[in-house]
């Protein structure tokens, strides 16, 4: 069975820091591309972060270049985002996501998903 779950979402303070994991089984996790998306209520699911499964190449939204960091430990079989100087736009559902792409921010060009970790930044 494929599996994705996030974990490391919680409350934190304007400027802080939260480093989000997402643990995979049931697949081939380092031949995968795996993206990070986040979601608030009412507006559409965004792709932030990529990590290319075959080269290493990664992608960043401007809303968040130069404070979140996306990486992944294949021995693990996780991914991470490094996410620092979190301020109160940065709330959201966030998620993993695996898919045979190169470098995508298209929900639809990833198989994989997990359910999702609420991150709470207040100010």
């Known amino acids: 069975e494929v599996q994705l779950v996030e974990s490391g979402g919680g409350l934190v303070q304007a400027g802080g820091s939260l480093t989000l994991s997402c643990e995979a089984s049931g697949f081939a996790f380092g031949a995968y591309t795996i993206g990070w998306f986040r979601q608030v209520p009412g507006k559409e699911r965004e792709g932030i972060a990529c990590l290319a499964a075959s080269d290493g190449e990664t992608y960043y939204h401007d809303s968040i270049e130069g404070r979140f960091t996306i990486s992944r430990d294949n021995a693990k079989n996780t991914a991470y985002l490094q996410m620092d100087y979190l301020n109160p736009e940065d709330t959201a559902v966030y998620f993993c996501?695996?898919?045979?792409?190169?470098?995508?921010?298209?929900?639809?060009?990833?198989?994989?998903w997990g359910r999702g970790t609420q991150v709470t930044v207040s100010s």
């Open positions: 996501a695996a898919g045979d792409v190169y470098i995508a921010t298209m929900p639809s060009a990833y198989a994989y």
